[in-house]
């Protein structure tokens, strides 16, 4: 995949395609190519990580006017987190692009939550710096919109799912299926059995009266075993 690809996906085109390159630069790169500590994105996540914070309180302020300050910073959390950030990279494919070296590509590092989740607010850093404030703004609040929607309505609790991927995902590349085992009961009142499968074996099952909450169930099921070799 090349960067002008990636600029397409997220809808914003550098006017300084180094910022771009640089954003994608992980350390394990610069390292392993003897090129400057500077050419990484770690200065450019340290910038877009303050940024994103600033957009995503500024949003909530506005969109909660009657919310006290402990549980807006409790949403934010939500919305800033590396399991939301991993989600939203995403969206994108973020980690097919960006430039590692070789063990932490072997390691599978694409797939890394932690290392997609930073590379992201070094995009948003050097969105800011080649478009100003505006184009960043409008580049987090679009690929923000969901996990803000979610924050602002409440719906933040038992996303179990996302959480079992990010700790799964951060051993490396890894298969993660959900299938429904059974179905039972009228159209009006289903109950819906489910099981969740890494790499093929099964490591979780759960039921609930839709598809979404037996897959929650199952997901939590496998979180909560005890042994869970997650990371």
Request: proline fraction near 1%; aromatic fraction near 8%.
């Amino acid at each position: 995949m090349n960067e002008v690809s990636l600029t397409a996906q997220i809808g914003y085109r550098f006017t300084d395609m180094r910022l771009l390159e640089t954003a994608l630069n992980h350390t394990s790169y610069v390292n392993e190519r003897g090129m400057s500590k500077f050419d990484s994105n770690e200065r450019l996540e340290f910038l877009g990580d303050a940024i994103l914070e600033g957009f995503i309180s500024e949003e909530l302020y506005r969109r909660l006017p009657d919310v006290e300050e402990g549980v807006l910073t409790r949403l934010r959390a939500y919305v800033v987190c590396e399991r939301s950030l991993f989600r939203i990279a995403g969206m994108f494919s973020l980690g097919e692009f960006l430039n590692l070296g070789k063990g932490e590509e072997n390691g599978g590092g694409r797939a890394r939550a932690s290392v997609v989740s930073d590379a992201l607010e070094a995009l948003i850093g050097a969105v800011y710096l080649d478009g100003g404030a505006d184009a960043a703004r409008r580049f987090v609040m679009g690929v923000f919109a969901e996990v803000l929607n979610e924050a602002a309505s409440g719906a933040t609790d038992g996303d179990y799912k996302s959480d079992l991927q990010e700790r799964l995902q951060a051993e490396g590349r890894v298969d993660i299926r959900y299938t429904v085992d059974s179905q039972v009961g009228p159209d009006h009142d289903k109950m819906f059995f489910v099981s969740v499968f890494r790499n093929g074996s099964r490591i979780g099952r759960g039921s609930g009266r839709s598809k979404k909450q037996a897959e929650q169930a199952a997901a939590k099921n496998a979180l909560e075993r005890p042994g869970f070799a997650g990371v």
